[in-house]
């Protein structure tokens, strides 16, 4: 075979093999953290936190107060509706199984203005955040991801 068609078609190859490739791959999926592990021991998807270095976590396993400490602030679009939220470096709480309440750290960008969610439940296949007496009830599904940081690489 004559070497400027077998170049040729080298070329040709290439160029059709990477027009198939995904243009947007996903970042690969980091280790989850001990926080978001501590979030499926209460019923939760570890996507409810982001993908983001963990500093610092802790649970009193009696009375249910935690805290997470981040890597710094982190902001977000939450799915499905394209929601931008906000997470302070610190986010405290306190957690039962399928409840989250007195929620302080996460805002979401809601109707032009900025909300407090102050409380996260789980359930069945849904989770349903709190803003003070409103609540929003999305499927649990769409939280099995952490999301990354906009502006910032996931952390692997």
């Keep these: ?25 996903k970042p690969p999926k980091s280790t989850p953290s001990s926080a978001h592990i501590e979030l499926t021991n ?23 107060d935690f805290s997470v400490r981040l890597g710094g602030a982190c902001r977000i679009t939450l799915p499905p ?10 986010i405290t709480g306190k957690i039962v199984k399928g409840r989250i309440a007195e929620l302080n750290g996460i805002r979401v960008r809601a109707f032009f203005q900025w909300w407090s969610i102050t409380g996260i ?17 999305y499927p649990s599904k769409n939280f099995d991801d952490s999301p990354a940081c906009e502006g910032q690489r996931s952390s692997s």
């Design 1 to 25: 075979m004559n070497p400027k068609i077998l170049i040729l078609f080298a070329l040709l190859l290439n160029l059709t093999s990477k027009s198939f490739q995904n243009p947007n791959p």
């Design 42 to 64: 209460y019923g939760f998807p570890v996507g409810l936190l982001p993908d983001t270095t963990v500093l610092g976590f802790a649970v009193n396993q009696t009375s249910g």
């Design 121 to 137: 439940r789980s359930s069945g296949d849904n989770i349903v955040f709190e803003v003070g007496m409103v609540t929003a009830k």
């Design 81 to 90: 509706d394209n929601y931008v939220a906000t997470y302070s470096n610190t």
